[in-house]
T-cell receptor, first 110, second 112 residues
Framework: RKEVEQDPGPFNVPEGATVAFNCTYSNSASQSFFWYRQDCRKEPKLLMSVYSSGNEDGRFTAQLNRASQYISLLIRDSKLSDSATYLCVASTSGTYKYIFGTGTRLKVLA | DAGITQSPRHKVTETGTPVTLRCHQTENHRYMYWYRQDPGHGLRLIHYSYGVKDTDKGEVSDGYSVSRSKTEDFLLTLESATSSQTSVYFC???????????FGPGTRLLVL
């Protein structure tokens, strides 16, 4: 079993739709979580960190559920420019290592 | 922009030849990482460094070595390239918040 798992998709949604991705992690010692966005043939770029209390940045909302060991990303009012692959990342304190999911591909359709 | 550059950006080489990839950062970050990204596997850690001359192995370190003789440069060497090392290689640094990683633009390596 992979330490961080994501549904690879693709999720095909119309413009303006709300879409949610989940990511599960198996290491209960994981402390820090992130969502990255990766465009085709580009490097991953930080979208947002995920805090225990949940956090929002414009149309994007991230949630952490430690009891069930998953994090989620909600995108409201999808734009064509949101089309990308979204990577879930978990980090364990003290190890300086980061475990990446394989990514969820999102296509926003006109 | 965390001031990370990678060179070369693209390389084609033959099996059995040595290859060195360079990661350069301009902001004095202590932690640097080398990853490879392949379809179906996501990003996998090859090696990382926590200071000058301080390095450690990641999950896919076989066939790779690294060196960090100064803070700004982290070199990844394939001693004898194999076709299985065809991949996209990303360098990353750990940011000042002590948590977030920032990536370089990547190097596309093709081993024939």
């Amino acid at each position: 079993r992979k330490e961080v798992e994501q549904d690879p998709g693709p999720f095909n949604v119309p413009e303006g739709a709300t879409v949610a991705f989940n990511c599960t992690y198996s290491n209960s010692a994981s402390q820090s979580f992130f969502w990255y966005r990766q465009d085709c043939r580009k490097e991953p770029k930080l979208l947002m960190s995920v805090y225990s209390s949940g956090n929002e940045d414009g149309r994007f909302t991230a949630q952490l559920n430690r009891a069930s060991q998953y994090i989620s990303l909600l995108i409201r009012d999808s734009k064509l420019s949101d089309s990308a692959t979204y990577l879930c990342v978990a980090s364990t304190s003290g190890t300086y290592k980061y475990i990446f999911g394989t990514g969820t591909r999102l296509k926003v359709l006109a | 922009d965390a001031g990370i550059t990678q060179s070369p950006r693209h390389k084609v080489t033959e099996t059995g030849t040595p290859v060195t990839l360079r990661c350069h950062q301009t902001e004095n970050h202590r932690y640097m990482y080398w990853y490879r990204q392949d379809p179906g596997h996501g990003l996998r850690l090859i090696h990382y460094s926590y200071g000058v001359k301080d390095t450690d192995k990641g999950e896919v370190s076989d066939g790779y070595s690294v060196s960090r003789s100064k803070t700004e440069d982290f070199l990844l060497t394939l001693e004898s390239a194999t076709s299985s090392q065809t991949s996209v290689y990303f360098c990353a640094i750990r940011g000042l918040d002590g948590e977030t990683q920032y990536f370089g633009p990547g190097t596309r390596l093709l081993v024939l």
